[in-house]
């Protein structure tokens, strides 16, 4: 009877823990809205040079603005599947404001939207750089090492997320 208090009791304190997660999701919203602000100061920068500006230079801007969106993109899926998977289920009713996913993406399904998207923001870093090759100033930040390992380090996400998603494939198929 005494084994039966303790270990109940340890098991209701393990389960208690996950809310320990909950500041960290919080931080996670706090590093939304710097990510917001950082949005909105480049666009504020950028949208009174438009009349003046060349169409690479649209380009990387835009790019920049996409980085930032999936970044924030990434944020809200960590949070509200991480949230979801690890702490406790939304008992909000959003009606048709709440997005498909939520609630459905477990966590193989989480790393794989986490690493698309690492993907994704590698390569869209990597494509400023490339259009960048031939200006002076991104020249001397960036030369030829420095754009190798950035190639190197955006292939090491791809092999990674393609090897992760074989992995999930060879999981899926054990278990049938």
């Keep these: 009877m005494v084994k039966k208090t303790v270990e109940g009791r340890f098991e209701t304190l393990l389960f208690a823990s996950r809310w320990l997660m909950a500041p960290m999701y919080l931080g996670l919203v706090v590093s939304l809205g710097m990510l917001t602000v950082i949005f909105l100061r480049d666009l504020a920068y950028y949208v009174p040079q438009v009349m003046t500006m060349k169409s690479d230079q649209a380009i990387l801007v835009a790019l920049t603005l996409i980085d930032l969106t999936l970044a924030g993109n990434l944020l809200l899926i960590v949070m509200f599947s991480g949230y979801e998977n690890f702490v406790s289920k939304f008992d909000i009713d959003a009606g048709e404001d709440r997005p498909d996913w939520m609630g459905k993406v477990d966590f193989g399904g989480l790393k794989m939207k986490l690493i698309a998207s690492i993907v994704a923001i590698s390569g869209i870093h990597l494509l400023k750089r ?41 999981q899926a198929k054990s278990y049938k």
Aim: charged fraction near 15%; aromatic fraction near 14%.
């Design 130 to 170: 490339f259009m960048e090759i031939g200006e002076s100033v991104a020249d001397a930040k960036f030369g030829e090492t420095e754009l190798y390992w950035l190639v190197v380090i955006h292939l090491t996400f791809v092999v990674s997320g393609v090897l992760m998603a074989v992995m999930d494939w060879l």
